[in-house]
């Protein structure tokens, strides 16, 4: 099993609040993760500002990309994200055009298996396709209609992919 590393999202849309927890809680975590609504609130210039202030640490720009992979992640990429993510349901040229990118800026791509109906397939066909990281994501509607990710995180876990 790989090394567990410590992750906390930064979901706020206020920039120096955003900045101001990554301070806080940077000494404890191995990766900031810029959350959706963060991101697309506030952009590059949160991404430049991160990694220029926490070199030291990965940084996951949560994209949930679903087309135009790598147009899209490319900038996050040349700004300093070290992770990006990119929806398991979107298409397999969208997520290789995330993995092509992320190979280009020597980073990792995540595709992200919320709302995928069969996750051992799409997972064990993105890391064929050189994706990096396979992310179980239970999402926030999903929680609280009642779901876990356990079960689904031992199955993808069961594959022995050679993934993170």
């Known amino acids: 099993m790989a090394?567990?590393?410590?992750?906390?999202?930064?979901d706020?849309?206020?920039?120096?609040?955003t900045?101001?927890?990554?301070?806080?809680?940077?000494?404890y975590v191995d990766i900031l993760e810029i959350g959706t609504p963060c991101i697309k609130y506030n952009g590059l210039?949160?991404?430049t500002a991160l990694k220029a202030k926490f070199p030291n640490k990965l940084l996951l720009v949560d994209l949930k990309t679903m087309d135009a992979g790598e147009y899209e992640s490319t900038p996050f990429y040349e700004a300093g994200a070290d992770i990006c993510t990119v929806l398991g349901v979107s298409?397999?040229?969208t997520m290789g055009g995330v993995i092509k990118a992320a190979n280009a800026n020597n980073a990792e791509a995540q595709i992200d298996l919320i709302s995928v109906?069969?996750?051992?397939?799409?997972?064990?066909?993105?890391?064929?396709?050189?994706?990096?990281?396979?992310?179980?994501?239970?999402?926030?509607?999903?929680q609280a209609a009642g779901q876990t990710p356990f079960a689904d995180l031992s199955?993808?876990?069961?594959?022995?992919?050679?993934?993170?």
């Open 117 to 142: 109906k069969d996750k051992a397939a799409v997972a064990t066909a993105a890391a064929a396709n050189g994706a990096q990281i396979i992310g179980v994501h239970t999402g926030l509607d999903a």
């Open 3 to 10: 090394k567990a590393l410590i992750q906390m999202a930064l």
């Open 19 to 27: 900045i101001a927890l990554a301070e806080q809680v940077a000494p």
């Open 155 to 164: 199955l993808v876990a069961s594959l022995n992919l050679g993934v993170r």
């Open 91 to 93: 298409d397999k040229a």
């Open 45 to 47: 210039e949160l991404v």
């Open 12 to 17: 706020s849309l206020d920039f120096d609040a």
